[in-house]
Nanobody, 116 residues
Framework: QVQLVESGGGLVQTGGSLRLSCAASVTISSISIDVMGWYRQTPRKQRELVAITTGGSTTYAASVKGRFTISRDNAKNTADLQMSSLKPEDTAVYYC?????????WGQGTQVTVSS
């Protein structure tokens, strides 16, 4: 019902910026996406929340608050993540997430690597 495609990952130096984009394709036009967000995962850690946004609120992980900004376009079903002041510990595969009627959907992931 929902397909997510991410773009925008890559290699950046410490202190740099990257913008990740996620586009959701919904097969049934009447479906509305309740929540969109971004998670990340490394080989040593479980997948963790980075930022999510509902219609009226956003939530950020403490580790990214003040550095990352999530924005959502409900009309286009997109969710972007602007990442600034990047640190090596931000290195991970970033996954776009959407929640529709309680069901989770995931993108394929995009690699972000921050060099020291």
């Amino acid at each position: 019902q929902v397909q997510l495609v991410e773009s925008g990952g890559g290699l950046v130096q410490t202190g740099g910026s990257l913008r990740l984009s996620c586009a959701a394709s919904v097969t049934i036009s009447s479906i509305s996406i309740d929540v969109m967000g971004w998670y990340r995962q490394t080989p040593r850690k479980q997948r963790e929340l980075v930022a999510i946004t509902t219609g009226g609120s956003t939530t950020y992980a403490a580790s990214v608050k003040g550095r990352f900004t999530i924005s959502r376009d409900n009309a286009k079903n997109t969710a972007d993540l602007q990442m600034s002041s990047l640190k090596p510990e931000d290195t991970a595969v970033y996954y776009c997430n959407a929640i529709v009627a309680g069901k989770f959907y995931w993108g394929q992931g995009t690699q972000v690597t921050v060099s020291s």
